[in-house]
T-cell receptor
Framework: DAKTTQPPSMDCAEGRAANLPCNHSTISGNEYVYWYRQIHSQGPQYIIH???NNETNEMASLIITEDRKSSTLILPHATLRDTAVYYCIVRVGNSGNTPLVFGKGTRLSVIA | DVKVTQSSRYLVKRTGEKVFLECVQDMDHENMFWYRQDPGLGLRLIYFSYDVKMKEKGDIPEGYSVSREKKERFSLILESASTNQTSMYLCASSLTGSGTEAFFGQGTRLTVV
């Protein structure tokens, strides 16, 4: 079972920041937070991951609370192409051989 | 760029047929995974493999088997296809080690009639 809770859907105006929340209140010390997204009719795409520090890459920023029980994915300037289902996943360790367990995710609609 | 290629984008098979879904990755990844995705149920793990000739059951292995004879190729086999196996099938691969993410193929939409 997925260990995360996300809102089922969100809207965001094009050009604005999209802030997608995720609750993972039972996260363990050795579990990382991963974010993936799935654009319609495509396979999921990796966005970012982190353990306890905030992370940023060319796609997004990940803000993890100090107690690590929740996190927020930030798309700084959302475009129509960012319309997708976003999955927050908690995963043991930082090893690629641990399968990803997907929940229902958040369907983000970016509106012109 | 890492590429995970699934042999077919769309496939239609008859009930009772043996079906092979092929997945090939070109980045020497140790780990490969098969998921299926259904409306309302999300992505569910069928099987995965850590290495050549190794396989592990996921959450829903019933009715499926897998084969990994070469590192780059991971096949999902439906021994006798049934209509409840109509679904989108997604293959993924990843390295073992730190900072690794999984790369997914485009998916195979299988319809069993």
């Amino acid at each position: 079972d997925a260990k995360t809770t996300q809102p089922p859907s969100m809207d965001c105006a094009e050009g604005r920041a999209a802030n997608l929340p995720c609750n993972h209140s039972t996260i363990s010390g050795n579990e990382y937070v991963y974010w993936y997204r799935q654009i319609h009719s495509q396979g999921p795409q990796y966005i970012i991951h982190g353990l306890k520090n905030n992370e940023t890459n060319e796609m997004a920023s990940l803000i993890i609370t100090e107690d690590r029980k929740s996190s927020t994915l930030i798309l700084p300037h959302a475009t129509l192409r960012d319309t997708a289902v976003y999955y927050c996943i908690v995963r043991v360790g930082n090893s690629g051989n641990t399968p990803l367990v997907f929940g229902k995710g958040t369907r983000l609609s970016v509106i012109a | 760029d890492v590429k995970v290629t699934q042999s077919s984008r769309y496939l239609v098979k008859r009930t009772g047929e043996k079906v092979f879904l092929e997945c090939v990755q070109d980045m020497d990844h140790e780990n490969m995974f098969w998921y299926r995705q259904d409306p309302g149920l999300g992505l569910r793990l069928i099987y995965f493999s850590y290495d050549v000739k190794m396989k592990e059951k996921g959450d829903i292995p019933e009715g499926y088997s897998v084969s990994r004879e070469k590192k780059e190729r991971f096949s999902l086999i439906l021994e006798s296809a049934s209509t409840n196996q109509t679904s989108m099938y997604l293959c993924a691969s990843s390295l073992t080690g730190s900072g690794t993410e999984a790369f997914f193929g485009q998916g195979t939409r299988l319809t069993v009639v």
